[in-house]
């Protein structure tokens, strides 16, 4: 699109996907403002609309001045796009949903999301323990999964011994370690200063596969069985 900024007419590279319901799509422009970004650099402020008409939500895109023209710089609304959800994990039931009423989404993808929004804004050390907390809702509600009977005990008991209790091998090991760096993040003094919120998210990824592995494998044990 070619736009009057700092005086001049430049060409800005039009947004192609909306960051609320992130498919790749043609946006239409609404409106467009020059202002000046906290650091005082001319900043492009627009808005636009997403042509998915599943979504049609309106979203900000901010450019920077770049040479003798502007380059897209950040969505100012809209969600980070979160990793891809192993199926076993996007079906995890949380809390107690009432009959008839819609089961609410995952506690640990939501908290997961809410993080990354954080840590997307510059709100690092909220971001951390988020990411801490969305750690212990996958371990319990995972533990409650595989043991229903154990659900009050699981649901009271301290995160390092759910993990202790309901978790073996490398999994237990990694999700140990994923622990110990997530409390790093909620408090005063660091142990693991050499570990920073990205290794915390490498470990939330792998922890993801593992119980995506562990649910596929059992599923197919239990339902292809032997036949004369
Ligand atoms: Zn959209």
């Known amino acids: 699109m070619n736009i009057a900024f700092q005086g001049r007419n430049i060409?800005?590279?039009?947004?192609?996907?909306c960051p609320h319901c992130h498919i790749v799509n043609t946006p239409h422009?609404?409106?467009?403002?020059?202002?000046?970004?906290?650091?005082?650099?001319?900043?492009?402020?627009?808005?636009?609309?997403?042509?998915?008409?599943?979504?049609?939500?309106?979203?900000?895109a901010s450019y920077k001045e770049d040479g003798q023209s502007a380059k897209f710089d950040r969505f100012l609304n809209g969600l980070p796009k979160g990793p891809e959800w192993p199926k076993p994990i996007n079906d995890l039931k949380s809390g107690n949903p009432k009959i008839n009423e819609q089961p609410e989404q995952t506690r640990f993808i939501k908290?997961?999301?809410?993080?990354?929004?954080?840590?997307?804004?510059?709100?690092?050390?909220?971001?951390?323990?988020?990411?801490?907390?969305?750690?212990?809702?996958?371990?319990?509600?995972w533990a409650i999964q595989n043991k229903p009977e154990d659900k009050e005990k699981i649901e009271n008991s301290w995160l390092g011994a759910?993990?202790?209790?309901?978790?073996?091998?490398?999994?237990?090991e990694i999700l140990e370690r994923a622990t110990w760096l997530g409390n790093d993040q909620a408090h005063y003094n660091r142990?693991?200063?050499?570990?920073?919120?990205?290794?915390?998210?490498e470990l939330i990824a792998?922890?993801?596969?593992?119980?995506?592995r562990q649910f596929k494998m059992k599923h197919y044990i239990d339902n292809i069985q032997k036949r004369k």
Do not use: H
Request: glycine content about 4%; aromatic content about 10%; charged content about 25%.
């Open 111 to 141: 908290t997961y999301l809410q993080s990354l929004v954080a840590e997307n804004s510059g709100l690092d050390e909220l971001a951390g323990m988020g990411f801490r907390k969305s750690i212990e809702y996958l371990v319990k509600d």
């Open 162 to 172: 759910v993990i202790k209790d309901y978790y073996t091998g490398d999994l237990k």
């Open 29 to 60: 422009v609404q409106w467009q403002v020059e202002t000046r970004n906290t650091d005082n650099t001319p900043t492009l402020i627009t808005a636009w609309t997403c042509s998915n008409e599943m979504c049609k939500k309106i979203f900000i």
């Open 191 to 201: 142990i693991f200063e050499e570990y920073d919120i990205d290794v915390l998210k």
């Open 206 to 212: 792998l922890i993801m596969v593992e119980l995506d």
């Open 11 to 17: 060409s800005i590279k039009n947004p192609n996907i």
